[in-house]
Structures are given as structure tokens and as C-alpha cells.
């Protein structure tokens, strides 16, 4: 069965590395602002719940507060395999990151990512007794973007149509940190 890309006179396939995937896990994630954050992915029914990552620092780590007693926290415990996955807008900016995560009560960075709508969740603050810091390590992941923007991948997808072709301004690949 033939590939849809074989018909794109374009590159549109670009696996990063390092640094350069770094950037595009960074970029596409704040894009997307918010995730779905599985765990239990080894396990056949997978276990999914909305989460906002509340920092990704220079090593493309994620970091997130979550409630000690939270059935994430206890998935964790078990196998710290996660996959997080970010939409930043209907038809671009897709991202899908294995990871490593592990659980910590390092006040510090509670004190570094706490905001004061989190008090919906943590009604005792930052204080809060079941707060811990769930840091992310992306191992690996896929992404799908588009190359100049929505704009240009709209009017090459109306040129394509009206011509016959495929003039797509994706790009996908590998990102592995």
C-alpha cells in the first residue's frame, strides 16, 4: 500500500535530535498549553487525565504539581512510563512524548511552580500537605507541524485542491531528547 506522501513533491519528514528537538518539544507543547498525561501505558488500558504542564525547562523536562493521593501519583509509583499529548491547534502542532517520570515534595520547586488558582485543588496552598512536583524526562516522541505557519498550509492545501495535487506544508518526525 502506497504512502499519501508519495505524492508530496515536498520534504516534509525531519527527525530531531538534541538540542533541535528540545526546541520543538518546547515550542509545540506551550503552543498547545495544556496535555493529556497517561499512565498505565504498559499496562493495556491505559489511564488518561487533562493536565497543564507548569514548566518545561532547558533540558525538556517537564514539570508538574499533582496530589499525592491522585490515581496518577499512584500509577507512577508503579511504572513511571508516561506519554504526554498536545494539540495546539486544529490541524497542526501535534506532539506525542514518551517519558520517565518521577515523583518529589521539593519545596523549592513547589515554591518555583505554584500559582493561586492551584488553591482549587490544594485548598491549604502551597502549604498543602498532598502537593507533589511530578518532573517528566522526555526519552522520545513524534511530532506533526506545519512548515510556515497555518496561513501558508491553508493556501497550499486551496492550490493543491483546485490543481489536483498534494501541496502539503507538513512536517513530521522523531524527537529524542
Request: glycine residues 8%; aromatic residues 8%.
Amino acid at each position: 500500500m502506497d504512502s499519501i506522501n508519495k505524492n508530496q513533491p515536498e520534504k516534509n519528514k525531519e527527525n530531531l535530535l538534541g538540542e533541535n528537538a528540545i526546541k520543538k518539544i518546547k515550542l509545540l507543547a506551550k503552543k498547545a498549553e495544556s496535555c493529556f498525561f497517561c499512565t498505565n501505558i504498559n499496562g493495556g488500558n491505559f489511564s488518561t487525565r487533562p493536565m497543564a504542564p507548569e514548566q518545561i525547562d532547558d533540558d525538556g523536562n517537564f514539570w508538574f504539581l499533582s496530589a499525592s493521593d491522585s490515581h496518577k501519583n499512584k500509577e507512577i509509583s508503579i511504572d513511571a512510563s508516561v506519554q504526554l499529548l498536545f494539540q495546539g491547534s486544529p490541524h497542526s502542532d501535534f506532539l506525542s512524548i514518551n517519558g520517565r517520570a518521577e515523583i518529589s515534595r521539593d519545596k523549592n520547586k513547589i515554591d518555583e511552580l505554584w500559582d493561586g488558582i492551584m488553591k482549587t485543588w490544594f485548598t491549604e496552598g502551597k502549604d498543602d500537605p498532598r502537593i507533589t512536583v511530578i518532573k517528566v524526562a522526555p526519552t522520545d516522541g513524534y511530532y506533526w507541524d506545519t512548515k510556515h505557519g497555518e496561513a501558508v498550509a491553508f493556501t497550499k492545501m486551496i492550490i493543491g485542491a483546485i490543481a489536483g495535487k498534494t501541496l502539503d506544508d507538513s512536517i513530521e518526525g522523531t524527537v529524542k531528547v
